[in-house]
């Protein structure tokens, strides 16, 4: 049964820091985080392969966040530096099986429930 759980969201004011954290059910796969904000549709934030030797990253996230992953600890975790208000939404993570592209979310069929990071002005 494939699990998703992230964790690590929460409140912090512009300029501070988060690291959210998905831990999975040991899956061999790419895995990325997406990011839904209120009134927007959802978009691709982070990717990487599961031997961690590539990752993928948004244009706005670029410079500020940083995806890793754990594979002896099946976790996956993104570190996000700078945050801005505009970072404020849920936050995903997936697990990536079809494709090249790293940005539709259909090559993701599973997600996990989500986690909210509010950032204050």
């Known amino acids: 049964q494939v699990q998703l759980v992230e964790s690590g969201g929460g409140l912090v004011q512009a300029g501070g820091s988060l690291r959210l954290s998905c831990a999975h059910s040991?899956?061999?796969?790419?895995m990325g985080w997406f990011r839904q904000a209120p009134g927007k549709e959802g978009e691709f934030v982070a990717g990487?392969?599961?031997?961690?030797?590539?990752?993928k990253y948004a244009d706005s996230v670029k410079g500020r966040f940083t995806i890793s992953r754990n594979n002896a600890k099946n976790t996956v975790y993104l570190q996000m530096n700078s945050l801005k208000p505009e970072d404020t939404a849920i936050y995903y993570c997936?697990?990536?099986?079809?494709?090249?592209?790293?940005?539709?979310?259909?090559?993701?069929?599973?997600w996990g429930q989500g986690t909210q990071v509010t950032v204050s002005s």
């Open positions: 997936a697990i990536k099986t079809g494709g090249s592209n790293w940005f539709p979310p259909l090559s993701y069929p599973y």
């Open positions: 990487i392969t599961w031997s961690g030797g590539t990752t």
């Open positions: 040991g899956l061999t796969f790419s």
